[in-house]
């Protein structure tokens, strides 16, 4: 949803299809299989929409199923982590910290993209698995968010590293909390918004932005909507208008 805002903030009149598979995740803690097969099952999902881009807005997502995702759709398909990595070299900093879900920090994904962009860059990763249920417990700012994001980020920054990056959709939203401990002067790398800066370019460059004003957003979630109306509420700052409960996969 952090993606999705600032999408819509760059991009107010294009038309937005939003599925949120609220009945499988957090996909951090699911093996690479089950991942690759909940992505394609969404995919599908939205493909049928008539879509022109999809936005992989999962960085656990985006280790494991991008390249797959990538090969077997006729549109562009744009993932989290690339851009974050390219956001996180543009800083200039020499050893980078990466925080994200088991699933992303294990896939070794971002050390993979930054050793590409940049081969003699220090990198260094911790998981941060509770961060993803404080946010959407709503305790943001929260002791007890500052008390586990002290608890996480010890190790990097015994490492004495000079940029963070946010590896999961979800920690723009812990910005407070992480601030907090890493102090004011230090780069956070936010994937979301680095993302959507490459989709508006992308968007231009291949003349594919809408020529009406459409500004339409709907939401599809995989499992009852309630919790998600007030999640998603707080991610986009403003009240959902259209959220609808279907049935993807098997």
Known sequence: MTVCRELIQ???AERFYYLGDTARVPYGT????AVCQYATEAADFLCAQ??????????TASAVALTELRETLNIPVIGVL??????AVATGARRIGVIGTEGTIGSGSYE???DRLAPDLAVFTAACPLFVPLVEEGWREHSVARQVAAEYLA?????????LVLGCTHYPLLETAIR???GSEMPLVDSAASTAAEIVDLLEKEGLLTSAVCG????FVTDVPVRFRRIGGDFLGTELQFVERVHIGC
């Open 10 to 12: 760059r991009l107010p």
């Open 30 to 33: 699911k093996s690479s299989e």
């Open 50 to 59: 008539g879509i022109k881009l999809l936005v992989v807005a999962c960085n």
């Open 82 to 87: 690339e851009p974050g990595a390219r956001a």
């Open 112 to 114: 993979k993209a930054l």
């Open 155 to 163: 190790p990097l920054l015994a490492r004495e590293i000079d940029a």
């Open 180 to 182: 907090s401990i890493v």
């Open 216 to 219: 339409e957003q709907r939401f």
